[in-house]
Structures are given as C-alpha cells and as structure tokens.
Nanobody
Framework: QVQLVESGGGLVQAGGSLRLSCAASERTFSTYAMGWFRQAPRKERRFVAFISGSGGTTYYADSVKGRFTISRDNAKNTVYLQMNSLKPEDTAVYYC????????????????WGQGTQVTVSS
C-alpha cells in the first residue's frame, strides 16, 4: 500500500507561483509512475501532468504546458509540481497519484491517491 501526502497548496495572486510536493511511503518509489490531477468545484478530476519512474519522460495537459513543471527526486520519494504564471482557472484541489509501470493521463489507471491540496488563484 502506497501512501501519498501532498503539500504546498495555498492562496496566490494571478501571475504568481507555487510548488506542490507529494511524499510517498513506498521504498520502491522509482518503480511507480506519478501523476498530478486537479479537480475544480462541480467538475470532474482532470489530468495535469505525469512523470515516469525514472523521471525521463514527462507529459502535460495543454492548459498547463509551458507554465507547470513536474519533477521527482527518487532519493527523497517525492514528486513535485512547480506552477508558474498561475491563472484563476488553475484554482482546484490538486492530487498526486501513483501506479506501477508506465504513466497515463487517465484517473482510472492510478491505484493510489493523496488526499489533495487546495490551490486558489485570485484575480
């Protein structure tokens, strides 16, 4: 059982930056692909970014490409999401998720989820 704990959310003005962290309990963290997803009020949870176990492959939703960067430190069992040039439409609860094997963009493919961290961007 992998436990994931997100942190780093908060309130920021439009144009600002935040860095989210997701710490995993799993010793074999490098064997897990990691994804970040977000869910705005009254909307479904949506893909934001993913990273392969080695960190060599990343992929982003079009809405965040060029503004967000996903990375991981396998020695620290942690994945990050650096968010720059934030917009009010980025406001959501952000979740990290883990799955063995190759990362995907589908929420249904991930086996483990964190509790989420709120990001609010004011205009």
């Amino acid at each position: 059982q992998v436990q994931l704990v997100e942190s780093g959310g908060g309130l920021v003005q439009a144009g600002g930056s935040l860095r989210l962290s997701c710490a995993a309990s799993e010793r074999t963290f490098s064997t897990y692909a990691m994804g970040w997803f977000r869910q705005a009020p009254r909307k479904e949870r949506r893909f934001v970014a993913f990273i392969s176990g080695s960190g060599g492959t990343t992929y982003y939703a079009d809405s965040v490409k060029g503004r967000f960067t996903i990375s991981r430190d396998n020695a620290k069992n942690t994945v990050y999401l650096q968010m720059n040039s934030l917009k009010p439409e980025d406001t959501a609860v952000y979740y990290c998720a883990a799955r063995r094997g190759w990362p995907t963009v589908s929420t249904r493919d991930y086996d483990y989820w964190g509790q989420g961290t709120q990001v609010t961007v004011s205009s």
